[in-house]
């Protein structure tokens, strides 16, 4: 997942309010708290959480108020149609909706339709399409990556697996660049796209064939390829950040190694693109299937959700890009769990649970998280749903 603006919110009512809700994790676990739902009513709004629902037939992205505790309130009208359609079982990546560096659009994936919907955000929080949607350039795209005006997509299907580049222009229209498109041998299943801070780099994961891409990125939006294939020393690249405060450094999460093998693996990621591996290169967390990352703004901590395991590993950053595992969080109803968000204030952590049809929220405390009582809030019964944006 590529770097997410940090939006101002209303930091003190939110550390209020957390006040009695978070706890302190242990080194290694963290204590299950109750799932009642708490009251919203005299807890303000604060910001927005959108989950790409990624339905069979009419796909949907399903809208939260957010509140000052972290509790999620459906949106009045929620879920809100794409005009596309989707693949109504799960995608295996990172990114399959984002929000533009401006904040004013959505863009989602429709893997069942090959297309991508840019949605507008109005000011309450309700997502509206921008016309119809635009054809991805290949078949089932999976990720998204937004830097300014330019927009790649990760196509992960047999026959049309690539990724293509597109302009997003100030009105929400999306336009392909022509000659733009870098093409996948079938069977590579992409698991994200993703930029570097400085949007001159692209990198982009194959989970079945457990490789890397590296691209240059030119002034014109066309990308030219640096180091392509990689190998991973692990199987299963999925999920990866850069971090916000070291651009160079890059962490990818492994997710096919076995049972009791999951991985994040940490690399230092040249000028010109090229892959070197930080310190040991692979920093093991015990867990089983390592998918998604999301790395906090001040760069100190990384998050890992470990989807069969039903965890999420906690880890200290160095400033080298070194991981030091600080222990695993286990989740209230995490049945495939799948992308990670942090707010805008970095005081919360939410995980789209795709089987279990859930949003969890944790509140987070420096590398420690505890997942709120109010948590998890459900998503639409009909929904496969994949990808979070919280604002």
């Not at 290169?281 to 906090?296: K, M």
């Amino acid at each position: 997942m590529q770097i997410h603006h940090r939006v101002g919110a209303t930091a003190s009512a939110l550390a209020l309010a957390l006040t009695g809700l978070a706890g302190t994790t242990s080194a290694q676990a963290t204590t299950t708290q109750s799932t009642t739902p708490s009251t919203t009513a005299a807890s303000p709004v604060v910001g927005h959480t959108y989950v790409n629902d990624n339905n069979a037939g009419a796909n949907a992205v399903a809208a939260f108020d957010r509140h000052a505790d972290g509790s999620l309130t459906p949106i009045p009208g929620s879920p809100f149609a794409t005009g596309g359609s989707g693949l109504g079982r799960g995608l295996g990546s990172q990114g399959a909706i984002q929000r533009s560096d401006d904040g004013r659009f959505l863009l989602a994936v429709n893997a069942g339709s090959d297309s991508i919907s840019v949605l507008r955000l109005g000011a309450d929080g309700v997502p509206t399409p921008v016309g119809t949607p635009v054809p991805s350039g290949g078949k089932k795209p999976v990720s998204i990556a937004v830097h300014d005006s330019l927009v790649y997509v990760a196509n992960g299907g047999e026959g049309g697996e690539n990724y293509t580049g597109f302009r997003l222009s100030g009105t929400g229209s999306l336009t392909a660049i022509p000659g733009s498109t870098f093409a996948l041998p079938d069977g590579s299943h992409a698991g994200d796209v993703l930029f570097d801070p400085s949007g001159k780099r692209l990198i982009g994961t194959r989970d079945d064939t457990s490789q890397l891409d590296s691209f240059k990125v030119h002034g014109d939006g066309r990308i030219a390829p640096v180091q392509v294939g990689t190998p991973t020393a692990v199987a299963g690249p999925i999920g990866a950040q850069f971090s916000p405060t070291h651009a160079d450094q890059l962490f990818v999460t492994l997710a096919h190694g076995g049972p009791g093998t999951g991985t994040v693996a940490a690399y230092d990621v040249s000028r010109n693109g090229t892959f070197d591996p930080i310190g040991p290169g692979l920093f093991p967390n015990g867990q089983t299937a390592t998918c998604w990352v999301e790395i906090t703004a001040d760069g100190r901590y990384l998050f890992a959700v470990n989807t069969a395991a039903l965890t999420i590993s906690r880890y200290a950053v160095s400033d080298d890009g070194e991981l030091d595992l600080l222990g695993n969080t286990p989740f209230n109803d995490g049945v495939g769990a799948v992308d990670a968000r942090l707010s805008p204030d970095g005081r919360t952590l939410s995980v789209t649970g795709g089987r279990g049809r859930v949003v969890s929220v944790f509140a987070v405390e420096g590398g420690d998280l505890t997942e709120l009582a109010s948590s998890p809030t459900p998503l639409p019964a009909a929904s496969a749903p994949t990808g979070i944006v919280v604002t």
